[in-house]
Nanobody
Framework: QVQLVESGGGLVQAGDSLRLSCTAS????????VGWFRQAPGKEREFAAR????????FYADSVRGRFTIFRDIRKNTVYLLMRSLKPEDTAVYYC????????????????WGQGTQVSVSS
């Protein structure tokens, strides 16, 4: 099972940008999918974006589409989440996760998880 480590979180102001990284130790297989989820205080974990490792196809939740971009660097075994025009409601712990479901948006579609990184957006 792949191990995932997130980094890049922090405290920013509304309108700022931030880039999160998710680095995998162990091999990511061509049929794997890597996703980003987030969990705000008192709320359930929600899907944000995913990318197919083999062809780079992406999918976004409506709440982040147009503001967030997910992309990968195969040589570095790393998936990034570039977040622009951040809003206070984007404040959450952000997790990356890996699975094999090509259309996965549920937490249960992703068996491997990182420890999370905190993103806080002040107004």
């Amino acid at each position: 099972q792949v191990q995932l480590v997130e980094s890049g979180g922090g405290l920013v102001q509304a309108g700022d940008s931030l880039r999160l990284s998710c680095t995998a130790s162990g091999h990511i297989f061509s049929n794997d999918v890597v996703g980003w989820f987030r969990q705000a205080p008192g709320k359930e974990r929600e899907f944000a974006a995913r990318i197919a490792w083999n062809d780079g196809r992406t999918f976004y939740a409506d709440s982040v589409r147009g503001r967030f971009t997910i992309f990968r660097d195969i040589r570095k075994n790393t998936v990034y989440l570039l977040m622009r025009s951040l809003k206070p409601e984007d404040t959450a712990v952000y997790y990356c996760a890996a699975g094999v479901s090509p259309y996965g948006v549920a937490s249960t579609d992703f068996p491997s998880w990182g420890q999370g990184t905190q993103v806080s957006v002040s107004s």
